[in-house]
């Protein structure tokens, strides 16, 4: 039974082609019952700042763009209800497309949020927060971040998770749903599950303090006891020892790495909302793994999230 039944399609009206609406289509062909509503949020602020107009007039500007914008995505989903599927519109007036995305998720109960996603400057990554960083972060569902890559039949989907934190049972929780995640998406595009974990390397304060400090016994056994884990949910999760991944470094890098190397398909993993300064400077690890991947990233909040968007 298909997990996705109510996908929501973020819309970008800067681009010709929509890969986010072609792997919703994808999705939501292995299931009669599923159904995709395109979504689009438009605005302009000089539409709101016309003082020679008068309130009913700016309204009716608003809706002539909001007619515009719907004829376009009907047109666009004209070809797949063709063909039997199930499309349906929805055109917001709204300043922030992320805002406005995550209160119709709340309103309709969509249970998949599908956007494409493009390179990101690194001062964008500074300055300000893109709106596919703000899903990230704060949409309640899952968040499906598209790229051009092909889904193969019999390709790969790559698992990300963090053995380190067994003992923590939100971490624990957070990785059994990036796995049974990976299993349901492994059935609907036929594919094969890997999973990778990355460890750190020794830390560099501990070794310049103590001088009776083994970095090499230290490297070891925290390299025996995360591939432990490893190997633990993987026979949980009945996926051959050959597809594990272990790596010392920085989980974005070790994740983009073996993606690369197994040219993965679909990269799943888990995070975790942020709001204030640590937000915008530093980012987590979806974050920061996004620019270098070149497949899809699916995104899992933990257990009981719950979005600071509200109704």
């Known amino acids: 039974m298909l997990k996705y039944r109510n996908i929501l399609v973020f819309i970008d009206p800067t681009q010709e082609s929509q890969p986010a609406l072609a792997r919703a289509v994808h999705i939501a062909e292995k299931e009669k019952e599923a159904k995709i509503t395109l979504f689009l949020?438009?605005?302009?602020?000089s539409y709101e700042m016309t003082s020679l107009s008068s309130s009913d007039e700016r309204q009716a500007m608003q809706s002539i763009v909001i007619k515009e914008n719907r004829d376009w995505l009907e047109a666009l989903a004209l070809p797949y209800q063709e063909k039997g599927l199930k499309i349906n519109t929805q055109v917001i007036w709204h300043n922030r497309p992320f805002q406005a995305a995550i209160i119709e998720v709340l309103k309709n109960e969509h249970d998949l949020?599908?956007?494409?996603?493009?390179q990101h400057s690194k001062l964008s990554a500074i300055l300000f927060t893109p709106s596919d960083w703000n899903?990230?972060?704060?949409?309640?569902?899952p968040v499906l971040l598209v790229k051009h890559h092909q889904w193969p039949e019999n390709g790969n989907i790559l698992c990300a998770i963090d053995c380190k934190s067994i003992q923590d049972e939100e971490h624990h929780q957070l990785n059994q749903q990036i796995l049974s995640e990976a299993k349901t998406m492994a059935e609907i595009v036929d594919a094969n599950i890997h999973i990778v974990n990355a460890y750190p390397s020794p830390p560099m304060n501990i070794m310049l303090e103590l001088p009776e400090f083994d970095p090499i016994n230290y490297e070891d056994g925290l390299k025996k006891f995360h591939q432990k884990t490893l190997n633990e949910y993987a026979q949980t999760y009945?996926?051959?020892?050959?597809?594990?991944?272990?790596?010392?470094g920085l989980p974005e890098d070790v994740i983009s790495d073996v993606a690369q190397?197994?040219?993965?398909?679909?990269?799943i993993l888990g995070t975790v909302g942020r709001s204030g300064l640590s937000a915008t400077l530093l980012g987590h690890t979806a974050?920061?793994?996004?620019?270098?991947?070149?497949?899809?990233?699916?995104?899992?909040k933990p257990q009981g999230f719950i979005s600071p968007i509200k109704l």
Do not use: G
């Open 261 to 267: 190397e197994i040219d993965a398909e679909l990269v």
């Open 41 to 45: 949020c438009c605005y302009d602020l």
């Open 287 to 300: 974050e920061q793994v996004i620019d270098s991947l070149n497949c899809d990233l699916l995104a899992l």
């Open 135 to 141: 899903l990230l972060r704060k949409c309640p569902v």
């Open 238 to 248: 009945e996926i051959p020892e050959q597809k594990t991944h272990l790596m010392q």
């Open 113 to 118: 949020v599908v956007k494409s996603t493009h």
